[in-house]
């Protein structure tokens, strides 16, 4: 999938799910809930439970979405994570080689960054778009508008203090996507396996954001 593929899937869709589960088949029905309520995209953090399995599970279970991973640190995690299927990857720093490695086996990149020159060194580098993270210590939507001026060339995808009640701020600031996890998944929902609320609040969210 090159760049402008990807972008085109971000502008369409807009939100990421990403589920960090302890165990694989919570994950997997934590994925299946989401994408009853209408979330196209998921993210599978490496550090999941048995993420790999899981991730081969959903392209398999789910082939109409988008499933990639996250939370990946050094080359061999990219490495792994692509030949599990992963469609998309993230990181939560900006890692040049890594970056290259992605572009090579052409599935799109997302390393994390913080200040604007951060942002630039990873867009220079080939990211197919930079996330901007923790966005929760750089001053939340505002930081975004105030970026939009010197690099609005930059698509932008903020995580680490989305929520459900802001994330339409940050599209409006002009991030192209959001990140959300904890929001999507309140730990009452998920521990009684009310599977249909949590399709709820993710199907409020993808309205919103259209």
């Known amino acids: 999938m ?61 082939p109409d979405l988008t499933i990639g991973t996250g939370t990946l640190l050094n080359l061999d995690q990219l490495h792994q994570a692509i030949e599990c299927g992963a469609q998309f990857l993230f990181t939560p720093h900006t890692d040049v080689a890594m970056i290259k490695a992605a572009v090579n086996a052409g599935v799109p990149i997302i390393p994390g960054a913080f200040s604007p020159t951060e942002i630039v060194n990873a867009w220079q580098a080939g990211a197919s778009c930079v996330k901007v993270f923790p966005i929760s210590s750089l001053g939340g939507a505002n930081y975004i508008k105030i970026l939009q001026v010197p690099l609005g060339h930059i698509p932008l995808i903020p995580t680490g203090g989305v929520k459900l009640t802001n994330a339409k701020m940050f599209i409006d600031a002009g991030a192209i996507a959001v990140g959300l996890s904890g929001d999507l998944f309140p730990k009452q929902l998920v521990e009684n396996a009310d599977w249909d609320a949590i399709a709820q609040l993710a199907q409020n969210l993808v309205k919103k954001l259209k």
């Open 2 to 62: 090159n760049r402008e593929s990807w972008l085109k899937i971000l502008r369409k869709h807009r939100a990421i799910a990403v589920i960090r589960s302890a165990k694989k088949d919570l994950g997997s029905l934590m994925a299946k809930a989401i994408a009853k309520g209408g979330i196209q995209l998921i993210e599978i953090t490496w550090n999941s439970n048995r993420a790999p399995e899981l991730i081969a599970e959903l392209r398999s279970e789910l």
